[in-house]
């Protein structure tokens, strides 16, 4: 089993930044890649950003170049740097963890304002 805790979302100004910390326990040896997700309320749950256990990352179109996924192994931590925040990055954010299984947190809502 693996647990996802996420936390650091909040209400920012458009242009302003937060960072997006998921803490994980439980079986992480099992983990093959973890990923950010957000969802806007009527839409569905879009992947936002994706990084391996290798250390490779992806994004998506519309955060590329703004958001920022990293990990810390020592701290059990994945992260999520955003950047130059838009109003339509408004959504709540999810961890997700693919393994053996799939894992998912709690969700973190994000608000940003015009």
């Known amino acids: 089993q693996v647990q996802l805790v996420e936390s650091g979302g909040g209400l920012v100004k458009a242009g302003g930044s937060l960072r997006l910390s998921c803490a994980v326990s439980g079986t992480i040896f099992s983990i093959n890649a973890m990923r950010w997700y957000r969802q806007a309320p009527g839409e569905p749950r879009d992947l936002v950003a994706v990084?391996?256990?290798?250390?490779?990352?992806n994004y998506a179109d519309s955060v590329k170049g703004r958001f920022t996924i990293s990990r810390d192994n020592a701290k059990n931590t994945l992260y999520l740097q955003m950047d130059s925040l838009k109003p339509e990055d408004t959504a709540v954010y999810y961890c997700n963890a693919v393994g053996r299984y799939e894992y998912w947190g709690q969700g973190t809502q994000v608000t940003v304002s015009s």
């Open positions: 990084i391996t256990s290798g250390g490779s990352t």
